[in-house]
């Protein structure tokens, strides 16, 4: 008809517009913002399914590889660190402001010692000896903890969604010792090459060891408990044989040590042996090391076992005290900590501080041949001695008490009375794999990276999800 004008539709006006940017940038050759479209794609999706960008992400992070960004003075870990960040905004901006989370939750022993934690990182990064290293750390732990411990804790109100988390880092993970043992099996499975092999999705075998010790139970678990006939059994014994001799060609003798030592705790949970009884077996055992500690040192120290390509003869060298290197080194970077700690003990030097501030309190009858005089080899190796030389004695208790508070939820949970198979298999694929890194971190520390940060604090979420749940079933029968 005259005199009347054919409407656009907004879809055309938003396409129009977004392409007259995408060419100012291009012309301004800021090619970062040449994935604006797909920002946006991704920002609609989490808005309207963030179950399933959850488990994307999640799927992802095995895979993600680390970029150097000069520019904001990090590493960030792609495209999963990029994904936790907007699932820490949509927390913030969508979740908390609605306040759609049931007050049990903030108000559960796990989250108060978790918003402990947190707290204590903030109140050091403001003492900080290096403020912006600091509050660095502390960014990348709040955005670690939203994703997958506040956001997982709601998501997982069903077990199957939890299922579905483990699948979603385990098969990928698979994906990964695959590749690392083909590329392992090049070089004639030798020692040196297992190092790093894995890279360039894990750091080095220590780290790659540690997660795989995280999945382990759980693939195990599913061979145990789940009942599956014929192809899918096989499936499930493929997947554990494949997790197995990837954990066994890491070399990573702390990761073997964690498995070793949770089998034991899962021993005392499963046969229910008295907690008494544990803890006061181990307060004499505690006891007799302290007061034989000379005679155990010197026995110690006549182990001249080094690390080997031999497996039996590399477990036997982590008690080599003595002449192994990677021993050595890691008992002085624990002699730097605690004298970092008595310099600076209620409030440490900051997180993140400590690879730029650990060399001066190297002694030189200390140092190894790997030692460097400028402290350039990393961190303490160990989130116990990290915690208590970058936040003092109240961070190291904060981890602590992380460790205490998971490990007793989670016992709780595999010894309710009106816990399901599944639930069964979920609490104790969490509770033993939270078991394994906390006996790791002892020894190495990697709650840096988001390859052991996602499982860690998903892991602490399947139990307080579980707990949670089973309570109120409890309570209220009809809702389980």
Not at 1 to 6: N, P, S
Not at 242 to 252: K, W, Y
Not at 293 to 310: P, R, V
Not at 472 to 479: I, L
């Amino acid at each position: 008809m005259e005199g009347t004008r054919a409407k656009i539709p907004v879809w055309l006006w938003f396409a129009i517009g977004l392409a007259i940017i995408q060419g100012a940038l291009v012309a301004a050759e800021w090619f970062w913002y040449m994935a604006l479209p797909v920002l946006l794609v991704v920002l609609v999706w989490l808005f309207t399914s963030l179950d399933k960008f959850f488990l994307f992400t999640v799927l992802v992070t095995p895979l993600s590889l680390e970029v150097k960004e000069a520019d904001l003075g990090m590493a960030i870990s792609l495209p999963a660190e990029g994904l936790i960040i907007l699932m820490t905004l949509l927390f913030f901006g969508k979740w908390w402001l609605e306040r759609g989370i049931p007050t049990s939750f903030w108000k559960h022993p796990a989250t108060l010692v978790v918003l402990f934690h947190l707290g204590w990182m903030f109140v050091t990064s403001l003492t900080s000896s290096m403020p912006m290293a600091s509050f660095k750390v502390l960014a990348t732990r709040i955005w670690f903890i939203t994703a997958f411990y506040f956001v997982s804790v709601q998501l997982f109100r069903q077990p199957k969604t939890m299922l579905r988390f483990f699948w979603a880092y385990l098969l990928p993970l698979c994906g990964v010792v695959i590749y690392t043992v083909v590329r392992h099996a090049q070089f004639g499975f030798a020692k040196q090459p297992a190092h790093w092999v894995m890279s360039p999705f894990y750091n080095d075998h220590t780290h790659y060891g540690a997660v795989l010790a995280m999945f382990l139970p759980f693939s195990f678990a599913i061979l145990w408990r789940k009942r599956a006939d014929g192809l899918l059994w096989i499936g499930f014994a493929l997947i554990f044989t494949i997790m197995m001799l990837g954990f066994v060609l890491s070399i990573s003798r702390a990761a073997w040590l964690s498995i070793m030592l949770s089998l034991g705790f899962f021993a005392i949970v499963r046969l229910r042996i008295p907690w008494k009884f544990v803890i006061g077996t181990s307060l004499v055992g505690l006891i007799a090391l302290v007061s034989l500690q000379t005679e155990l040192i010197m026995a110690l120290e006549k182990n001249k076992q080094e690390s080997s390509g031999d497996l039996v003869k590399h477990f036997q060298s982590a008690s080599n005290i003595s002449s192994d290197a990677s021993n050595v080194e890691r008992i002085l970077r624990w002699k730097c900590a605690l004298r970092m700690f008595e310099e600076k003990p209620i409030f440490g030097f900051g997180p993140g501080t400590y690879a730029q501030s650990y060399a001066p309190y190297q002694r030189s009858y200390e140092m190894t041949v790997i030692s460097t005089n400028f402290g350039s080899l990393g961190t303490a190796h160990s989130e116990y001695f990290l915690a208590l030389s970058e936040q003092g004695v109240l961070g190291m208790l904060s981890f602590i008490s992380l460790a205490v508070v998971f490990l007793v939820v989670g016992v709780r949970v595999v010894q309710h009375p009106g816990i399901s198979n599944l639930e069964l298999i979920l609490g104790y694929s969490a509770l033993l794999g939270l078991c394994t890194y906390f006996i790791h971190s002892v020894l190495n520390n990697f709650l840096d990276s988001d390859e052991a940060s996602v499982p860690f604090w998903a892991l602490g979420a399947v139990l307080v999800a579980l707990d949670m749940r089973l309570r109120e079933a409890q309570e209220s029968p009809n809702t389980k």
